[in-house]
């Protein structure tokens, strides 16, 4: 499974991105889709995972701010992020679990930057 990122950019506080992740290769094998991010400095944390159409978890940091979603006709998962705070800033990255021994496949990341 190969992972290609996108949507990311400069923002203003109090604005909106959607992140795009688009899958290719054995995508019928993909379970979990999730977004994890990245701070300077800090350790990389889950941000929002979709299991299935109906089964969703959030961090706490991001609840009633973001939404993820996925398409599995486009083989792609998004992060709809509101409200965006400077502590959002970060390179944010999709990861997916395929097949039976739930293997894990890493896009390559996309930086969100919030800044007046």
């Known amino acids: 499974v190969q992972l290609q990122a996108s949507g990311g950019g400069l923002v203003q506080p109090g604005g909106s991105l959607r992140l795009s992740c688009v899958a290719s290769g054995n995508v019928l094998s993909i379970n979990t889709m999730s977004w994890y991010r990245q701070a300077p400095g800090k350790q990389r944390e889950l941000v929002a995972t979709q299991i299935s159409s109906d089964s969703t978890n959030y961090a706490d940091f991001v609840k009633g701010r973001f939404t993820i979603s996925r398409d599995n006709a486009k083989s792609t998962v998004y992060l709809r992020m509101n409200n965006l705070k400077p502590e959002d800033t970060a390179v944010y990255y999709c990861?997916?679990?395929?097949?039976?021994?739930?293997?894990?496949?890493w896009g390559q990341g996309t930086q969100v930057t919030v800044s007046s």
């Open positions: 990861k997916v679990e395929a097949g039976i021994l739930r293997a894990e496949y």
